[in-house]
């Protein structure tokens, strides 16, 4: 796929600054530019909602902190974007089973307990959620579980609209809640042999994880409590500590969550790929939101690698305001002094250099099994003793500080050396591998990256002991990071950047409340203060020759005034400019010289418009004055001729007294004939309306008709086809009723067998207008398409009908064009618009069109559709009826065949006819009951996860009874 020119934002700040908002408000900006014929937009637009509720967490300095980086490319072709890819970074997995004090896990467990029913709690095995310890203390108000309720609903609606199959979205969330059960396992050493054992009381949550995970249970436990390596063909078991019990449980808890994110990040990128010609050139345009600065109380690898990020960017800053800006001056051979600026290159050297760097130091650390976090420190102190950026830890304390680019943070050493290695506990992967959740065993067969992106559609061999630490196929999560930030940065660097700088205006997290020495603090850190320095002390305007002669060639007050530089030189000189310069390409101001140059020419525009008010009101009083003399000589020419006239008629009327003559009898006045109707008049009424141009506003309403009561109503057939046009049509209204025989029609009926009233056979556009012509206001109804598999609503506007295309997504979801939700069936669909207005005109279904006869033209298409409840029926009917041919002229001919050979049951609503199908309904209605309860979509081991349910249950209550006998 070829890439042309590419644009970059860069959101960059504090956290609790504002990126996240701000990312979001840039796309929905440019998502509204460029609005197509598609869903793609409103698909984009849901990716940020669905990434913050597995990402994002609350923090003590943000409630809604990302926990990882993003870079979103949208790419794009003649102003229509045609698709997006996304980059993530550096997943804050640690999260998952540790939270410092006043801050929470991931977003996605609590919206969870919040959202889900209290069925689909009993499906996943999730309990109260305080019995969870990787959740403790998770609960709030009242209207803190309504809002989490509410994001739960839009994750879902996000992974509707993206395109996430619904068994995927049962399977990801049943692996999160054995995430949750796996942190509720406990362990202690067995009285016979001293090696580990699980505590009874969370026997249960070990069966519940090994459920939800779909793994057997034993397997489960022998890769918590112990290890299996191979040596010289020996299987050799070696039992952990309860230390080491407690961190595989732990690591495979942020392995497993871990992998999810990355397989939503991979699937959206799936789904959301271009769909173009490999050949074809695409822009793009690029969104980088990043996590901010950090300096808690306690800061962790975690927080060092944000910080780094945050070096790296601001380097790219520096480099392109800065060094770019200075260097442009000396290829122009400018006198130039250069300014000094605060260069954070040595920390970038102090953290990324090569062998002697921070991240390579603890790289060689984590490559030998006996290394500790003290090893690794003392490794420091002796490495960059001496060095002005780094200072070593004081007192007992293990760990150091660094001097970044934003102040001093000092870091806390303990867990650097576990969390850089990122071990997963031997076997674990090939336990999960087997697992019978499919996406679990996908999760594990994928390859990671270098940049630590998961990659599904690779496939690694399992090779024994390569989980190890030590494997050299094992790439470090600090390693990890360095790639993925390599790659960043090239892309940032062959980018045309756009920086937005986010500002946070107290540490309160208060709104309305502006602390002024920290906001000249971080303009201070952000380099603010030194670009605007520059630009203020620079040449902030540099424009080519070409460019400043076209734009002030006015200035010379000349024609055909030539794009080169002594055409430049010849207009500054006819001005009173100071303190330009003129190089090799261009010219260079200072920037109060453009309002200087827009002053001269306000001047020249003053003076144009004097000159037009004069020559304007010369030429108005010129035609003025002719055009009085016109009519002057005009009237006088009247005047003569009425003159004239008088006198005539005077001797007239002299002559008649002179003459006496008998009066002469009137004649009777004919009656005017009818004027001839035209022969076209027939062919004009029959005409339908004129179908109203498309415009930006209803782009996702293909058709817009306006209603005329008076007006002629449109008839169908009148369009005249060739025999090839007719075949195709015919073929295609085939395939459509074939589709919704085979995949729609079980959907929308209702429980009586009978089809809803709002839903209409494969009639025309024109057809359904003509329905809703004379109906009031609101009234609507649901037509199959005629040329694709799928719908058209049809709405009773104010004096329009307007044409709404419902899209069939890959995963089975309903969803207006245009709209931001997704449906699970048309029926659903109809229900929501009746409470919600459909975008952008809000407009409220009201009245369902009903059908006026079984006979009528309309319906023949789904009435030829043999929706009786034995199958014996439809196999006999032949091909010619599942398939009626087009319309005829002739109405009675029409009635006839749909009298005599359709079998009108969708439009029988006799007593007779309910009685004899009562009992047929019955039995169907129970058999699709149980077949759709077989068709839906439960956890691989739901049962073992609801026994392992109730055994927690009877341990609790056990153990809360136990506790009340001893208080008593």
């Given at each position: 796929m070829?890439?042309?020119?590419?644009?970059l934002f860069?959101?960059?700040g504090?956290?609790?600054?504002g990126?996240?908002?701000?990312?979001?408000?840039l796309?929905?900006?440019?998502?509204n530019?460029?609005?197509?014929?598609?869903?793609?937009?409103?698909?984009?637009?849901?990716?940020?909602?669905l990434l913050e509720?597995?990402?994002?967490?609350?923090?003590?300095?943000?409630?809604?902190?990302?926990?990882?980086?993003?870079?979103i490319?949208l790419?794009f072709?003649?102003?229509t974007?045609?698709?997006?890819?996304?980059s993530?970074?550096?997943l804050e997995?640690?999260?998952?089973v540790?939270?410092?004090?006043?801050?929470?896990?991931f977003?996605?467990?609590?919206?969870m307990f919040a959202?889900?029913?209290?069925?689909?709690k009993?499906?996943?095995?999730?309990l109260d959620?305080?019995l969870y310890?990787?959740?403790s203390?998770?609960f709030?108000?009242?209207?803190?579980a309504q809002?989490?309720?509410?994001?739960y609903?839009e994750?879902?609606?996000?992974?509707?609209?993206?395109?996430?199959?619904?068994q995927e979205?049962?399977?990801?969330?049943?692996?999160?809640?054995?995430?949750l059960?796996?942190?509720?396992?406990?362990f202690?050493?067995?009285?016979?042999?001293?090696?580990?054992?699980?505590s009874?009381?969370s026997?249960?949550?070990?069966?519940?994880?090994?459920g939800?995970?779909?793994v057997?249970?034993?397997?489960l436990?022998?890769?918590?409590?112990?290890?299996m390596?191979?040596?010289?063909?020996?299987?050799?078991?070696?039992?952990h500590?309860q230390q080491?019990?407690?961190?595989?449980r732990?690591?495979?808890?942020?392995?497993?969550?871990?992998?999810?994110f990355?397989?939503?990040v991979?699937?959206?990128?799936e789904?959301?790929a271009?769909?173009?010609?490999?050949?074809v050139e695409?822009?793009?345009?690029?969104?980088?939101?990043?996590?901010?600065?950090e300096?808690?109380a306690?800061?962790?690898?975690?927080q060092l690698?944000?910080n780094l990020?945050n070096e790296q960017?601001?380097?790219?800053?520096?480099?392109?305001i800065?060094?770019?800006e200075q260097?442009?001056y000396?290829?122009?051979?400018?006198?130039?002094?250069?300014?000094?600026?605060?260069?954070n290159?040595?920390?970038?050297?102090l953290l990324?250099?090569?062998?002697?760097?921070?991240?390579?130091?603890?790289?060689e650390?984590s490559?030998?099994?006996?290394?500790t976090?003290k090893?690794?420190v003392?490794?420091l102190n002796?490495?960059?003793?001496?060095?002005?950026?780094?200072?070593?830890?004081?007192?007992?304390?293990?760990g150091f500080?660094?001097?970044?680019?934003?102040?001093k943070?000092?870091?806390?050493?303990?867990?650097f050396?576990?969390?850089?290695?990122?071990?997963?506990?031997?076997?674990?992967?090939?336990?999960?591998?087997?697992?019978?959740?499919?996406l679990?065993s996908?999760l594990?067969?994928?390859?990671?990256?270098?940049?630590?992106?998961?990659?599904?559609?690779?496939?690694t061999?399992?090779v024994?002991?390569?989980?190890?630490?030590?494997?050299?196929?094992k790439?470090?999560?600090?390693?990890?990071?360095r790639?993925s930030?390599?790659?960043l940065?090239?892309?940032m660097?062959?980018a045309?950047?756009?920086?937005?700088?986010?500002?946070?205006?107290n540490?309160?997290?208060?709104?309305?409340v502006v602390d002024?020495?920290?906001l000249?603090q971080?303009?201070?850190?952000?380099?603010l203060?030194?670009?605007?320095?520059?630009r203020r002390?620079?040449?902030?305007w540099?424009?080519?020759f070409?460019e400043?002669?076209?734009?002030?060639?006015?200035?010379?007050?000349?024609p055909?005034v030539?794009?080169?530089k002594?055409?430049?030189?010849?207009?500054?000189?006819?001005?009173?400019?100071?303190?330009?310069?003129?190089g090799?390409s261009?010219l260079?101001?200072?920037?109060?010289?453009?309002?200087?140059?827009?002053?001269?020419?306000?001047?020249?525009?003053?003076?144009?418009v004097?000159i037009q008010?004069v020559f304007?009101?010369?030429?108005c009083?010129?035609?003025?004055?002719?055009?009085v003399?016109?009519l002057?000589?005009?009237?006088?020419?009247?005047?003569e001729?009425?003159?004239?006239e008088?006198?005539q008629?005077?001797?007239?009327?002299a002559?008649?007294?002179?003459?006496?003559?008998?009066?002469?009898?009137?004649?009777?006045k004919r009656r005017?004939?009818?004027?001839?109707?035209?022969?076209?008049?027939p062919?004009m009424?029959s005409?339908p309306?004129v179908?109203?141009p498309?415009?930006?506003?209803?782009?996702f309403?293909?058709f817009?008709?306006?209603?005329?009561l008076s007006?002629?109503r449109p008839?169908?057939g009148?369009?005249?086809?060739?025999g090839?046009e007719?075949?195709?049509?015919?073929?295609k209204?085939g395939?459509?009723l074939?589709w919704?025989?085979e995949?729609?029609a079980?959907?929308?009926?209702?429980?009586?067998g009978?089809?809803?009233s709002w839903?209409?056979?494969?009639?025309?556009?024109?057809?359904?207008?003509?329905?809703l012509i004379d109906k009031?206001?609101?009234c609507?109804?649901?037509r199959i398409s005629?040329s694709?598999?799928?719908?058209?609503?049809?709405?009773r506007?104010?004096g329009?009908?307007r044409h709404?295309?419902?899209?069939m997504?890959p995963?089975?979801?309903y969803v207006i064009?245009?709209?931001d939700?997704?449906h699970?069936?048309?029926?659903?669909?109809v229900?929501?618009h009746?409470?919600?207005?459909?975008?952008?005109?809000?407009?409220?279904?009201?009245?369902p069109?009903g059908q006026?006869?079984?006979?009528?033209?309309?319906?023949?298409?789904l009435?030829?559709?043999?929706?009786?409840?034995?199958?014996?029926?439809?196999?006999?009917?032949?091909?010619?009826?599942?398939?009626?041919?087009g319309?005829s002229?002739?109405k009675?001919t029409?009635?006839?065949?749909a009298?005599?050979?359709?079998r009108?049951?969708w439009?029988?609503?006799?007593k007779?006819?309910?009685?004899?199908q009562?009992l047929?309904k019955?039995?169907?209605?129970?058999?699709?009951?149980?077949?759709?309860?077989?068709?839906?979509?439960?956890?691989r081991?739901?049962?073992s996860i609801r026994?392992?349910m109730?055994?927690i249950?009877?341990s609790s209550?056990?153990?809360?009874?136990g506790?009340c006998?001893?208080?008593q």
């Open positions: 070829a890439t042309g020119i590419s644009s860069l959101c960059s504090e956290s609790g600054a990126k996240t908002e701000s990312t979001k408000l796309l929905q900006h440019i998502m530019l460029c609005k197509g014929n598609s869903q793609l937009e409103q698909q984009i637009l849901q990716v940020n909602p509720a597995f990402g994002n967490a609350q923090t003590v300095m943000n409630d809604n902190s990302s926990r990882f980086g993003k870079y490319q790419r072709q003649n102003n974007v045609r698709g997006a890819k996304l993530e970074y550096l997995k640690s999260r998952v540790q939270q410092d004090t006043g801050e929470r896990n977003h996605i467990f609590y919206y959202g889900l029913s209290l069925e689909q009993e499906m996943y095995g999730l959620p305080s310890r990787y959740i203390k998770w709030g108000t009242e209207d803190v809002h989490w309720k509410q994001k609903q994750v879902c609606n996000a992974l509707d609209m993206v395109g996430f199959q619904e979205q049962v399977d990801m969330q049943a692996i999160l809640a054995g995430v059960s796996l942190g509720n396992v406990t202690e050493p067995q009285e016979s042999d001293g090696s580990l054992k699980v009874e009381s026997q249960g949550w070990l069966k519940a994880a090994a939800q995970f779909g057997q249970e034993d397997e436990l022998k890769c918590l409590v112990c290890t390596s191979v040596t010289r063909g020996e299987q050799i078991q070696r039992f500590t080491q019990a407690e961190d595989a732990d690591s495979i808890a942020k392995v497993a969550y871990g992998r999810v990355g397989w939503i991979c699937k959206i990128n789904l959301l271009e769909n173009v010609d490999p050949e695409l822009r793009e345009i690029g969104i980088l939101d990043i996590f901010g600065f300096n808690f306690v800061n962790r690898f975690e690698c944000i990020a960017l601001q380097h790219f800053f520096n480099h392109h800065f060094q770019m260097d442009a000396r290829a122009e051979e400018l006198p130039w002094e250069t300014i000094t600026f605060s260069n290159e040595p920390v970038l050297n990324l250099a090569k062998p002697l760097g921070l991240l390579s130091l603890l790289d650390q490559a030998f099994p006996q290394a976090d090893t690794f003392d490794k002796s490495s960059f003793k001496g060095n002005v950026y780094f200072q070593p830890g004081r007192g007992r304390v293990l500080s660094i001097i970044h680019y934003a102040g943070v000092q870091y806390t050493a303990g867990g050396l576990e969390k850089n290695r990122d071990t997963l506990p031997a076997n674990v992967r090939g336990l999960f591998i087997n697992s019978v959740t499919p679990l996908l594990f067969t994928a390859t990671i990256s270098r940049t630590g992106t998961l990659m599904p559609h690779m496939k061999k399992i024994p002991g390569a989980d190890k630490f030590n494997s050299k196929r790439q470090s999560a600090g390693a990890q990071f790639h930030l390599m790659v940065m090239e892309r660097y062959s045309n950047p756009h920086f937005v700088r986010c500002i946070k205006p540490s309160q997290k208060q709104p309305g002024s020495q920290m000249l971080q303009l201070r850190y952000n380099g203060l030194e670009t605007i320095r520059i002390d620079g040449f902030s540099r424009p080519s070409e400043f002669a076209e734009r002030y060639g006015i200035l010379l007050v000349k055909d030539s794009l080169t002594g055409s430049c030189l010849e207009i500054l000189q006819s001005t009173d400019l100071t303190g330009w310069i003129c090799k261009r260079f101001f200072k920037y109060w010289h453009q309002d200087q140059l827009a002053k001269y020419v306000e001047q020249l525009e003053r003076a144009a004097v008010k304007r009101r010369f030429r009083r010129k035609n003025y004055l002719s055009l003399a016109e002057r000589a005009q009237a006088q020419r009247q005047q001729e009425a003159e004239r008088r006198c008629q005077l001797a007239v009327e002559e008649a007294q002179k003459r006496i003559s008998l009066p002469v009898p009137v004649p009777r005017p004939l009818p004027c001839p109707r035209p022969q076209t008049a062919d009424l005409q309306p179908p109203r498309r415009s930006k506003l209803t782009e309403t293909p817009d008709n306006f209603l005329h007006g002629p008839v169908m009148t369009e005249e086809q060739t090839e007719a075949k195709i049509k015919q073929l209204r395939a459509t074939r919704f025989r995949t729609q079980q959907k929308v009926m209702q429980d009586d009978a089809f809803p839903l209409h056979g494969m009639i025309s556009r024109r057809e359904a207008e003509n329905l009031p206001l609101g609507f109804l649901v005629q694709r598999p799928g719908y058209t609503l049809t709405y506007g104010e329009r009908c709404y295309m419902i899209e997504q995963n089975a979801r064009l245009g709209e939700r997704a699970t069936s048309l029926t659903e669909l229900r929501y009746q409470n919600v207005g459909i975008q952008p005109f809000m407009e409220i279904l009201t009245v069109c006026k006869s079984s006979e009528s033209l309309d319906y023949e298409d009435e030829c559709l043999t929706l009786t409840h034995s199958t014996s029926t439809e196999e006999s009917l032949p091909k010619e009826q599942s398939c009626p041919p319309p002229t002739g009675s029409l009635q006839a065949e009298a005599t050979i359709l009108p049951l439009f029988r609503r006799t007779n006819y309910q009685e004899q009562s047929d019955g039995r169907k209605k129970q058999k699709s009951s149980k077949e759709g309860d077989n068709q839906r979509a439960f956890p081991l739901h049962s026994m392992a109730q055994e249950q009877k209550s056990a153990s809360l009874n506790s006998t001893e208080l």
